[in-house]
């Protein structure tokens, strides 16, 4: 039990690897479309012409979801691999990015919220157990503590961006392609990570 808790990489030994700024990359994306999500889902669905009331429930339906994501996909995980779960959800969140283009319909757009919502909770338990796969759970708090940086920032940019493209545009578009590329990327950086515990210790 004691090398079970011993066993990793420290904070300045993970911060060496490549796999750390791959993790790091792959927190801002999720943070990117997430935020960008939630802050403006509600706004386009009401562009579209729904109520305040059906274009809300759309924010209930992803958090719903993702607690139905994190649970399963995270039992998913854990019989099939963390890294292929995390990638597979990465691009499940991208589709349903693209699909939000053509969802005009309000039952488009919910099962639009229920995929993603799905797909965002299963990313969230598969990537946090995947951390702990890469760099070991010596310093796995202190790890996981600092790739929240690269959450932060994309929380900050998704938003952001999003609302500036829609003043230019008058549309939200480009936005959600945006948010679909990133989450692409995230997909492929997490594909290229590799276990570094047993390589730097």
Not at 15 to 20: D, H, I
Not at 23 to 41: D, E, T
Not at 121 to 134: E, P, Q, V
Request: charge should be neutral; hydrophobic fraction near 55%; glycine fraction near 10%.
């Amino acid at each position: 039990e004691n090398n079970l808790q011993t066993a990793g990489l420290s904070l300045n030994q993970a911060f060496r690897t490549r796999s750390f700024w791959l993790c790091g990359f792959s927190s801002l994306a999720l943070a990117f479309c997430m935020l960008l999500v939630l802050i403006h889902i509600v706004p386009h669905a009401m562009d579209l012409g729904f109520s305040d009331t059906q274009a809300a429930l759309t924010l209930s339906i992803i958090g719903g979801s993702a607690i139905a994501g994190r649970v399963l996909m995270g039992i998913w995980a854990d019989r099939v691999g963390r890294k292929p779960t995390a990638v597979i959800t990465f691009l499940i969140q991208a589709g349903a990015m693209v699909w939000l283009l053509w969802a005009q319909d309000l039952w488009m757009l919910y099962l639009v919220a229920l995929v993603y919502g799905f797909a965002n909770g299963g990313l969230h338990s598969a990537k946090s157990a995947l951390t702990g796969d890469i760099f070991g759970v010596r310093r796995i708090g202190t790890i996981l503590g600092i790739l929240e940086v690269g959450f932060a920032i994309g929380a900050t940019l998704g938003p952001f961006l999003a609302g500036l493209l829609f003043d230019v545009t008058n549309s939200y578009d480009i936005a959600f392609l945006t948010s679909a590329l990133f989450m692409v990327m995230g997909a492929l950086v997490i594909a290229l990570t590799r276990r570094e515990v047993g390589r730097n210790t």
